[in-house]
């Protein structure tokens, strides 16, 4: 069963495993965009099957029943048992500007889980500048060549 929250007026749902090959047509041209535009380490299968075994879950946004946006994530505990909340990849419908309630869709998920951190990872320049606006700190910076 699809679970529900709301923040400034936006839909969040919670598709769980069982629902996700109903969702995941929607927001598979998303992730595409994302690889394109980013380096990333995942492919879309990578996604789907996280998604699928429960190992990772995806949110969808919705504004007056219309499409706006998503968010999958997926919570790592290290040895010590402290968690983190991972952003594997998050879109939002350029005509719209819930970033704000994105972010605090991510705190608030991350309190209710007792994160001690929340991370994601991008190569798009622009993070550099926003994400410190939202409290996040740049960790590293990877260089690659592909051979």
């Known amino acids: ?23 995941f047509t929607r927001i ?13 380490d995942w492919i879309i299968p990578d996604v789907y099957l996280s998604l699928r075994e429960g190992r990772s879950t995806l949110y969808m ?7 706006v946006g998503f968010v ?24 719209y500007n819930y970033r704000e309630v994105g972010f605090d869709f991510i705190d ?4 209710n889980k007792n994160a ?10 622009g993070w550099r500048k926003l994400a410190p606006k939202f409290g996040y700190n740049l960790v590293t910076c990877t260089f690659r060549k592909e051979v």
């Open 116 to 125: 001690v951190a929340i991370e994601f990872e991008s190569s798009r320049a």
């Open 72 to 95: 999958i994530s997926q919570f790592i505990t290290d040895l010590s048992g402290e968690g983190t909340l991972f952003i594997w990849a998050s879109y939002q419908k350029p005509e």
């Open 1 to 23: 069963m699809v679970q529900r929250s709301t923040i400034n007026g936006v839909s969040i749902e919670e598709i769980p495993p069982s629902e996700i090959k109903y969702s």
């Open 28 to 40: 598979e041209p998303y992730l595409k965009r994302i690889r394109e535009k980013n380096y990333s």
């Open 108 to 111: 608030k998920l991350a309190e």
């Open 61 to 67: 946004f919705y504004k007056d029943d219309e499409y």
